[in-house]
C-alpha cells in the first residue's frame, strides 16, 4: 500500500502487536506521527513514556454506570464453577469460560456440561472453520448459548453486555496483561461481574505466576489498567529500547542506572543541559528501616524501601505514609524516620552539600565548592540563630550547628531530623541567592 500523504498512525489494542510489526508501519514514513491506544500498555511501551521517550495521556473515566469486576483468585473448586453458572444463568445471563488448549477443549466442554445439564454449552477456538466460528458466537451474541468455553481468541474486541461472569481455568498460564483484557470482557453494563481466576489444586506457584494473579486480584477498580501495566513492568522488566524485545530485566547494569543514563541521552537528544547531581550522604544518629514484624514479606519491603528512595517532597511523603497505614497499619518512627532523611537527601543534593551528619550534639553541613550561598549574607544567618551555628570558610566550607539534645536516644532522633530540616529552611530561605538550585 502506498500512501499519498501519511501524517498520522494509529494503532489499537498496541498490546496485540510486536516491535517489529510496529517499525514496519512507521517506516512508510518516517516522520509520521503515532498515537497508541491500549487498556494494558507493554512494559516497553509503558517505560518510554515513563522517561519521556513518548508522552502519555490516561482516561480515568468509566463509561456510565459501569461498576468495579468482583474477582477471585482461587484453587479449581467443580462446586464453585456450577454455583457460579447457576448464578449467572438465573438472572438470565451469559458466561464466559476460558480454557486456552486447543486439543482438549471439548473435553473441557463435556465437563463444563455435565456440571450444569440445564445450560446450552459450546466451545469456540481459533483453528476452527471461519464460517463455524462465526456461527459459534452469533448463536453466543443472540443468547442462544449459555456457556461458551474459549481460548484467549475472546480478549479483545467482545462487547457482550449479558456476559457478565468469567470463569477462567490455569489462569496461572496467562500474563497479566491478558488477564486484564479477559477480564473486561464482562461487566460492560450495570449489572455487577464476577471474574474467577482459577489454578490446579495443590499447584505450587511460580513466584512470578503468584505476583501476577496478586496483582489482578489487588487492582479491580475501574480504569486500573495503568496500575495493571505498572506492575506488568515491575514484574517482567522494561524489555529493550533499541531492539525488539518487549520486556526483561536488565542485567549489566541496575535499574535506576539505566534510567538514569536514559533520561540524559534523551535529554542530550533534545539539546537540553545534562546536569550532574552531586551526591549527598545523610548520616543522622536516628533509626532508620522498616522493622521485620512490620513488613514481614521481603518481597513487599524490597518493593517499600524502593518507592520510599523515590520520595522527593513532603506531599509524597504524606502519599506514602497513607499508604503504608492502610496496608500495614500504624507506620512505626524508624519508617517515618527514613523518609524524612531521604528528603533531606534530595534536598542537599540541590543545594550542593556533600554531606549532612551529626556528632554528638554537632549537626554539620558540609557543602560543596560551587554552592551557590551568597557570601555577604553569611555574618546575618549565622547571628539569625544565636550562637548555636558557626561556619568553618577555610577548606571544605561547613556550617555546624549545635542541637539542644536531652540524652534519650528517640528524642534525640525526632530533634536531630527536625533541626536538620529546620536549618535547610533557613539555608534556602535565607542564604541561597536568587538563583539557587532547587
Known amino acids: ?5 501519511l501524517g498520522l498512525l494509529i494503532i489499537d489494542e498496541e498490546q496485540r502487536f510486536g516491535v517489529a510489526a510496529k517499525e514496519k508501519i512507521k517506516k512508510l514514513k518516517e516522520s509520521v506521527d503515532v498515537l497508541t491506544l491500549t487498556a494494558t500498555p507493554i512494559p516497553r511501551t509503558l517505560h518510554m513514556s515513563l522517561i519521556g521517550v513518548r508522552d502519555m495521556s490516561l482516561l480515568e473515566e468509566a463509561p456510565q454506570d459501569r461498576m468495579p469486576i468482583q474477582t477471585y483468585v482461587m484453587e479449581y473448586n467443580e462446586e464453585m464453577v456450577r454455583e457460579a453458572i447457576v448464578r449467572e444463568l438465573a438472572r438470565g445471563g451469559q458466561v464466559f469460560y476460558v480454557y486456552n488448549r486447543v486439543n482438549d477443549i471439548d473435553m473441557i466442554t463435556a465437563s463444563v456440561a455435565s456440571l450444569v445439564p440445564e445450560a446450552t454449552v459450546a466451545f469456540a477456538h481459533g483453528q476452527m472453520a471461519e464460517h463455524e466460528l462465526e456461527r459459534i458466537m452469533y448463536e453466543f451474541v443472540s443468547g442462544r448459548i449459555d456457556v461458551l468455553v474459549s481460548t484467549t481468541i475472546i480478549e479483545t474486541g467482545m462487547d457482550i453486555s449479558n456476559a457478565n461472569t468469567m470463569i477462567i481455568h490455569d489462569a496461572d498460564n496467562l500474563g497479566l496483561a491478558q488477564l486484564y483484557q479477559l477480564r473486561g470482557r464482562v461487566g460492560r453494563s450495570n449489572r455487577t461481574a464476577y471474574a474467577f481466576m482459577m489454578y490446579h489444586r495443590g499447584k505450587l506457584l511460580k513466584e512470578t505466576a503468584e505476583k501476577r494473579l496478586e496483582a489482578i486480584r489487588e487492582f479491580t477498580d475501574l480504569g486500573s489498567g495503568f496500575k495493571i501495566a505498572m506492575r506488568d513492568l515491575e514484574i517482567r522488566g522494561a524489555g529493550n529500547i533499541l531492539g525488539r524485545s518487549q520486556s526483561g530485566h536488565l542485567e549489566a547494569v541496575g535499574y535506576d ?11 542530550l537528544a533534545k539539546g537540553e543541559p545534562v546536569r550532574e547531581e552531586p551526591n549527598t550522604t545523610v548520616e543522622l544518629s536516628a533509626d532508620a528501616f ?9 518481597g513487599q519491603k524490597l518493593d517499600i524501601y524502593k518507592r520510599i528512595a523515590a520520595i522527593e517532597t513532603a506531599d509524597e511523603k504524606e502519599d506514602m505514609l497513607e499508604e503504608l497505614k492502610d496496608r500495614f497499619g500504624t507506620v512505626p518512627e524508624p519508617v517515618d524516620n527514613l523518609m524524612r532523611i531521604n528528603i533531606l537527601r534530595v534536598r542537599g543534593q540541590k543545594m550542593r552539600m556533600t554531606e549532612i551528619k551529626n556528632t554528638g550534639n554537632r549537626l554539620q553541613f558540609v557543602l560543596r565548592s560551587d554552592a551557590k550561598v551568597s557570601p555577604d549574607r553569611i555574618p546575618d544567618f549565622i547571628r539569625s540563630l544565636r550562637g548555636a551555628m558557626t561556619f568553618t570558610p577555610m577548606g571544605t566550607p561547613t556550617f555546624t550547628y549545635r542541637s539542644q539534645l536531652t540524652g534519650m536516644v528517640e528524642k534525640d532522633a525526632r530533634i536531630l531530623l527536625s533541626d536538620a530540616e529546620m536549618i535547610l529552611d533557613k539555608m534556602e530561605e535565607e542564604l541561597y541567592s536568587i538563583e539557587k538550585e532547587v
Open 1 to 5: 500500500m502506498e500512501f499519498k500523504d
Open 257 to 267: 542506572l539505566y534510567c538514569k543514563m536514559l533520561n540524559e541521552a534523551v535529554a
Open 290 to 298: 522498616i522493622p521485620e514484624e512490620y513488613i514481614v514479606n521481603e
